[in-house]
């Protein structure tokens, strides 16, 4: 079952309400639902969280992004970098139009093994 509820302006607190009355309806009173998270300022949310509890959902937050954690995060900063850096000497030199993909493949030779 997916629900969405959109809005034009934004997507609030009483939306996520919605979504959890739906839920619960969906499994009924007495079956265990938890429903896990991304840190969305939505989904942290008081209201959000309120209607949690106001509907028997337990709410499993994901870990914040911490890409200083995630090797290959480190990876592509360094192959985004080098690409930039290339670009920004071509266009030094007064290239205007240059190979994207010899740039890619010089960027993914520098990255370490």
Request: proline share 4%.
């Amino acid at each position: 079952m997916v629900y969405c509820a959109y809005k034009e302006d934004a997507f609030l607190g009483e939306d996520m309400g919605v979504i959890f009355q739906k839920v619960r309806e969906y499994f009924g009173p007495d079956k265990k639902v938890a429903i896990f998270l991304d840190n969305a300022t939505i989904h942290r949310a008081w209201l959000s969280r309120n209607a949690a509890v106001a509907h028997n959902i337990e709410l499993i937050q994901n870990a914040p992004y911490r890409p200083d954690l995630n090797g290959i995060e480190l990876l592509w900063r360094k192959a985004k970098n080098t690409y930039y850096k290339l670009c920004d000497h071509k266009r030094a030199n007064g290239h205007r139009e240059w190979d994207q993909l010899e740039l890619v493949k010089r960027c993914v030779e520098e990255i370490p093994s």
